[in-house]
């Protein structure tokens, strides 16, 4: 008998993470490998076996989580926020306050704030980053990073917002100031609101479309007028209007 469905149930009720609301197929590829790799026979056990040993639960978590992530990943569509989308973007504005929804270790809101330090001063940018992954959030509150995840990092902001230890790079205190690192569960709590900018990048690929459709709501909800939404490589909106956002880019969708 299978018992994975009674294995999310149990973890919805304890946890408060709701597995189906994941894509089945990939989520129970992950997690039966990661089951059998530690020995246990069937998820009635897993569940039982972490329930007794935080270190299971921990890397549980940090499984169903997507922690891979590098500072201005995939750097031509950075590129594409700054020369384009940003300019009509703060019109008239001397603050802007920005979202990075599953952040991650802190590369993605951390490079938001390095790509801002181009139009504002750093105290008048706030950044909200948020993750489920409660260990993702300290490595990203501590702010040292290795040499590789800066690869596509501009020189001049390597030199600028970092400084070098042991070969670990470190994030300048004056750029952690202004982002706001809180644990958030995209599919159950309640969001913020008021955001110019929100992105969101290569974590809705792992949702149902049904969490989608809830998650993209919430989104629009949380933007402000003509407020822009920054998808990742793979979470195109085909029909962005049902989600009351239009096109302005590829990637990119505006509030209306």
Same mark, same amino acid.
């Given at each position: 008998?299978? /018992?994975?469905?009674?294995?999310?149930?149990?973890?919805? &009720?304890?946890?408060?993470?709701?597995? *189906?609301?994941?894509?089945? &197929?990939?989520?129970?590829?992950?997690?039966? %490998?990661?089951?059998?790799?530690?020995?246990?026979?069937?998820?009635?056990?897993?569940?039982?076996?972490? &329930?007794?040993?935080? /270190?299971?639960?921990?890397?549980?978590?940090?499984?169903?989580?997507?922690?891979?992530?590098?500072?201005?990943?995939?750097?031509?569509?950075?590129?594409?926020?700054?020369?384009?989308?940003? $300019?009509?973007?703060?019109?008239?504005?001397?603050?802007?306050?920005?979202?990075?929804?599953?952040?991650?270790?802190?590369?993605?809101?951390?490079?938001?704030?390095?790509?801002?330090?181009?139009?504002? #001063?750093?105290?008048?940018? *706030?950044?909200?980053?948020?993750?489920?992954?409660? #260990?993702?959030?300290?490595?990203?509150?501590?702010?040292?990073?290795?040499?590789?995840?800066?690869?596509?990092? $501009?020189?001049?902001?390597?030199?600028?917002?970092? *400084?070098?230890?042991?070969?670990?790079?470190?994030?300048?205190?004056?750029?952690?100031?202004?982002?706001?690192?809180?644990?958030?569960?995209?599919? #159950?709590?309640?969001?913020?609101?008021?955001? /110019?900018?929100?992105?969101?990048?290569?974590?809705?690929?792992?949702?149902? #479309?049904?969490?989608?459709?809830?998650?993209?709501?919430?989104?629009?909800?949380?933007?402000?007028?003509?407020?822009?939404?920054?998808?990742? %490589?793979?979470?195109?909106?085909?029909?962005?209007?049902?989600?009351?956002?239009? $096109?302005?880019?590829?990637?990119?969708?505006?509030?209306?």
């Amino acid at each position: 008998m299978d /018992d994975y469905y009674s294995f999310i149930k149990k973890v919805y &009720k304890d946890i408060g993470v709701d597995l *189906s609301l994941y894509k089945e &197929k990939q989520m129970k590829r992950r997690l039966t %490998s990661l089951r059998e790799r530690r020995g246990f026979k069937s998820f009635t056990d897993y569940y039982e076996g972490f &329930k007794l040993d935080q /270190d299971l639960k921990k890397e549980f978590l940090n499984r169903i989580t997507i922690n891979v992530s590098h500072f201005y990943r995939n750097y031509k569509r950075w590129e594409v926020l700054k020369k384009e989308i940003l $300019p009509d973007l703060i019109k008239q504005k001397s603050k802007i306050k920005i979202w990075s929804a599953a952040c991650s270790t802190g590369e993605e809101p951390y490079t938001a704030a390095m790509l801002l330090s181009d139009f504002f #001063e750093l105290n008048q940018i *706030s950044i909200l980053a948020t993750d489920i992954d409660e #260990e993702a959030l300290e490595q990203a509150k501590v702010g040292a990073y290795s040499k590789r995840s800066l690869d596509e990092t $501009p020189k001049d902001k390597i030199e600028k917002f970092f *400084s070098e230890h042991n070969s670990t790079y470190l994030i300048s205190d004056e750029l952690k100031k202004i982002v706001t690192f809180k644990k958030h569960n995209l599919l #159950e709590d309640p969001y913020d609101g008021h955001f /110019d900018l929100i992105i969101c990048r290569n974590v809705l690929i792992y949702f149902t #479309e049904e969490a989608k459709l809830k998650v993209y709501q919430n989104f629009n909800q949380s933007l402000s007028k003509d407020g822009i939404l920054f998808v990742g %490589s793979t979470e195109q909106l085909f029909k962005p209007q049902e989600h009351h956002f239009e $096109p302005v880019n590829t990637f990119f969708y505006k509030k209306f």
